[in-house]
């Protein structure tokens, strides 16, 4: 094998091997990276969802009593 019998071939070889083993490791930093993104996307989207569903429960909640107060049936 050339990179046993040559050093220039031999450093070159550890070379190509070391940048490879770094572009691995930052695809794998990159894609946790963006997977953490998007999971703090959707939590996010999510705790906003609860807080307008709360919203409207406590809206829904304020109409039912208005109309019990009122004397009308709500179910």
């Given at each position: ?8 071939f ?33 939590v996010?989207?999510l705790?906003?969802k ?15 009593k ?10």
């Amino acid at each position: 094998m050339l990179a046993q019998q040559d050093p220039i071939f031999a450093e070159a070889a550890k070379t190509i091997y070391r940048v490879t083993a770094d572009e691995r490791v930052r695809n794998h930093c990159n894609a946790r990276e963006m997977g953490e993104r998007t999971y703090n996307t959707l939590v996010n989207q999510l705790d906003e969802k609860d807080n307008q569903l709360n919203e409207k429960d406590k809206q829904l909640e304020y109409y039912k009593k208005l109309l019990k107060d009122h004397g009308i049936a709500t179910e």
